[in-house]
């Protein structure tokens, strides 16, 4: 990849999925930063920079591409799209796409997510070095 992303925001509660996804994605080098949020409600402060990530000297890199999870605690992958909807300015959501990473098999989260605009795509976890290229090429050549 010629040119990296400026930013990557995984989203998931499990911190085994995040530490091998994390090497993936460094290994892919698409990014010159990537950021964990453990559940929605994280990565919407993330997005905001407000939380555990405000601060008065920086401003969080904004992700380009979202890796997002259904099931998690405090605010699930659904929940998130809903707030991401009506709190991220549609100006920024247009530089953002959203690849929904799952375990779920259930046909039904497949329709939903592919009924929703603001989500780019639908995987099903684990990521591999193949699938973050697929992604790159498909979504951002």
Not at 8 to 33: G, R, Y
Not at 74 to 86: A, L, R
Not at 123 to 141: C, D, M, P, W, Y
Request: hydrophobic share 45%; net charge neutral; glycine share 2%.
């Amino acid at each position: 990849m010629e040119k990296k992303l400026n930013c990557v925001l995984l989203i998931d509660d499990d911190f085994a999925t995040n530490f091998i996804n994390k090497k993936i994605i460094e290994k892919a080098n698409i990014t010159t930063h990537l950021q964990v949020a453990l559940n929605g409600k994280e990565a919407i402060d993330y997005l905001l920079n407000k939380g555990k990530f405000k601060s008065a000297e920086t401003v969080s890199p904004t992700p380009e591409l979202i890796f997002l999870d259904i099931n998690m605690p405090v605010m699930d992958g659904w929940e998130f799209i809903n707030v991401y909807k009506s709190l991220i300015p549609a100006e920024q959501q247009k530089k953002i796409k959203i690849i929904m990473l799952t375990s779920s098999f259930n046909p039904a989260d497949k329709a939903k997510a592919d009924s929703i605009k603001e989500i780019a795509d639908y995987r099903q976890k684990t990521l591999n070095a193949g699938i973050v290229h697929e992604i790159i090429a498909k979504h951002f050549s």
